[in-house]
């Protein structure tokens, strides 16, 4: 036997996954021993969801498929909602910018330099006019990425549509709004846990009064795959802020088949396609099991975990960026095959700037190639049975568990946030991969193999820097133009609110209406509630 057959015979050395354990060069009965479908699985949109949350899934029809995108003046950003809905999309991603994101108006001298950067700035309910013109609002969906001020967009949303003469109850989204990841990972936090706890508490009671079909949360292990961690921290730690937010909207007395059926969750898909789908499986056994067992839920949406995915943003790179559509393929193929509600595709070009429009396109085109031209919408769950990805599933789930008891253990999430836990093993996750990346250990293509000594010169879109400029004398007419007796009325009176236990979303409302600022909203809140200094390392 030559060389080449016997070493096609011999099984290639076991890998290691993201999350640290261990992949079988081959899998087989013994790797499920004890294992029956009938009580790991169950039927597709039963209990406990490992196959999906619906029976059809995407034999019915596809998942939403929105694209993210936000930048510069509300009026820009504006164009390019129209020319996704005109591209196909059938849901829109709102991405703020960085002084939108921390509650500070695009005049305060902590914004220079950022207005518009990174997303679109909205500074008040007129600018969010000019970025939903033209917007069919009771036929769109529309998903906002912002936290700590997620109820002062919300809120503007709902004016914006009444005066398109959509009732609230018409309109459908979601608010990411989960602020205890910021502590965890990305850092847009602006007020202690637990008096953001009770601001998100105030919104699942508002949405429940008045807002049906919007989805109150999207708790976000995203950015926590971003900084760096694993998919068995990703989803522990994610669910762990789950089960904080349940407790926090039963102590404040809500019910929890009232409230949880509108929470969803927020993962990223990485190009480790089987570990992603397994992931994702294992995600909703998990949540189906604590809604069920540890809060009583009784109704099977309460216990159903609903995700958006984003494809990997981190994983893409500035090197050969054409390279990155192929990564942003198999990560949605990644996201579609574990059984997403919606998807996000990234653009190849956003290692270096804003998503061009053609990128954007691209993007849009890669959700509706899977759609369309595979067959992987033809039937449900097509990995149940794999040996492979049942036992990663079990692998995967086993792994995130024993994160979730430290959790406990520390005192719940908050506690642990307190400590500093969850940022720490996601550092140390992080630096982990950084090494691997820098000793070959771990290939990137085009980074450390198979890279071009002269990359091609890509032009990116940039922002103009007059923008900030723009928004500064926006603010100033609108000032002049308003009655600033109003606004301080009002503000005055979500002090008041925010002092007690009243739902502060009704005041914030009036102040809002009465165009009120961001800045000067959140604000009077810093001035009740204060602001969060982060804790010393775990």
Known sequence: MNDRAESARTPSPRRVGESGLPIEPVYGPEQLAGWTPASQLGAPGSYPFTRGVYPTMYTGRPWTMRQYAGFGTAAESNRRYHQLIEAGTTGLSVAFDLPTQMGYDSDAVVSHGEVGKVGVAIDSIDDMRLLFDGIPLERVSTSMTINAPAALLLLLYQLVGEEHGVAPGQLSGTIQNDVLKEYIARGTYIYPPKASLRLVSDIFA?????????????????????????????????????????????????????????????????????????????????????????????????????????????????????????????????????????????????????????????????????????????????????????????????????????????????????????????????????????????????????????????????????????????????????????????????????????NVLYPMKDALAARATVGEVCDALREVWGVYTPADAF
């Open 206 to 502: 508002y949405c429940q009064a008045e807002l049906a079909r919007f989805n109150t949360i999207s708790i976000s292990g995203y950015h926590m795959a971003e900084a760096g961690a694993t998919p068995a921290q990703e989803i522990a730690f994610t669910l762990a802020d789950g089960i904080e937010y349940v407790r926090a909207a039963l102590a404040a007395g809500l019910d929890v088949d009232e409230f949880a059926p509108r929470l969803s969750f927020f993962f990223v898909a990485r190009t480790t396609l089987l570990e992603e789908v397994a992931k994702f499986r294992a995600a909703r056994r998990v949540w189906a099991q604590v809604m069920r067992d540890q809060f009583g839920a009784r109704n099977p949406k309460s216990q159903m975990l609903r995700f958006h995915t984003q494809t990997a943003g981190v994983q893409l790179t500035a090197q050969q960026p054409e390279v990155n559509l192929v990564r942003v393929a198999v990560q949605g193929l990644a996201a579609v095959l574990g059984g997403t509600q919606s998807l996000h595709t990234n653009a190849y070009d956003e290692a270096i700037a804003l998503p061009s429009e053609k990128a954007a396109r691209l993007a849009l085109r890669t959700q509706q190639v899977l759609a369309y031209e595979t067959d992987v919408t033809a039937t449900v769950d097509p990995f149940a049975g794999s040996y492979a990805v049942e036992s990663m599933t079990d692998a995967v789930e086993e792994a995130a568990r024993a994160l979730m008891d430290t959790v406990e253990d520390l005192g719940g999430a908050v506690a642990a946030i307190e400590k500093g836990y969850q940022k720490s093993e996601i550092e140390q996750s992080a630096y982990r991969i950084a090494r691997q990346i820098d000793d070959s250990e771990r290939v990137v293509v085009g980074v450390n193999r198979f890279a071009v000594p002269d990359d091609e010169i890509y032009e990116p879109l940039r922002v103009d820097p007059a923008i900030e400029e723009a928004q500064r004398e926006r603010l100033a007419r609108l000032r002049a133009e308003r009655s600033n007796d109003d606004v301080q009325r009002h503000l005055e009176a979500l002090r008041k609110a925010a002092s007690g236990s009243d």
